[in-house]
C-alpha cells in the first residue's frame, strides 16, 4: 500500500472530558443544581497526510449557554495535529450545562488522541 494512500486511512479518537464538581443527589428526585455541558456532535479532526506517528492534543472549550463553542486554550500540543483538532472542534455542538435548570456557559476540556496504523 503507498505510503500516502496508507496515512489517509488513518482513525482519530476522541473522547470528551469534562471536569466539573457535582453535589450529592437531590432530594425528593428534583435535577442536580449542575449539569455539564455534553458532546452531541461535529466533524472529527483529520490526521494529517504527512504525519509519521501518534500524538494527544488537550484543549479548553468555553462551550456558550446555546452549546456553541466560543474560544479554545491549547492545554497540550502535539504538531502537526493541533491545528486538525482546533479546527474541527470549532464545528462542535453541545448540550449546553445547566445550573437550576437554566442553560449556562461552562469550560469542557477536551483529549483528543491519535494512533496511526
Excluded at 472530558?17 to 452531541?40: E, I, M, Q
Excluded at 486554550?73 to 437550576?100: C, M, Y
Aim: proline share 10%; glycine share 10%; no cysteine.
Amino acid at each position: 500500500m503507498p505510503l500516502l494512500q496508507r496515512h489517509t486511512r488513518t482513525f482519530a479518537l476522541a473522547a470528551i472530558v469534562a471536569t466539573v464538581v457535582l453535589h450529592g443527589p437531590a432530594a425528593s428526585g428534583a435535577p442536580p443544581p449542575f449539569a455539564p455541558a455534553s458532546y452531541l456532535g461535529g466533524p472529527l479532526p483529520a490526521a494529517p497526510v504527512l504525519a509519521v506517528s501518534g500524538g494527544e492534543v488537550f484543549l479548553e472549550v468555553h462551550v456558550t449557554a446555546d452549546g456553541g463553542v466560543d474560544s479554545i486554550r491549547t492545554l497540550r500540543t502535539t504538531p502537526p495535529f493541533t491545528d486538525a483538532v482546533i479546527q474541527a472542534v470549532r464545528g462542535w455542538r453541545f448540550e449546553p450545562g445547566r445550573l437550576d435548570g437554566r442553560a449556562v456557559a461552562v469550560v469542557v476540556n477536551v483529549q483528543v488522541n491519535f494512533r496511526l496504523y
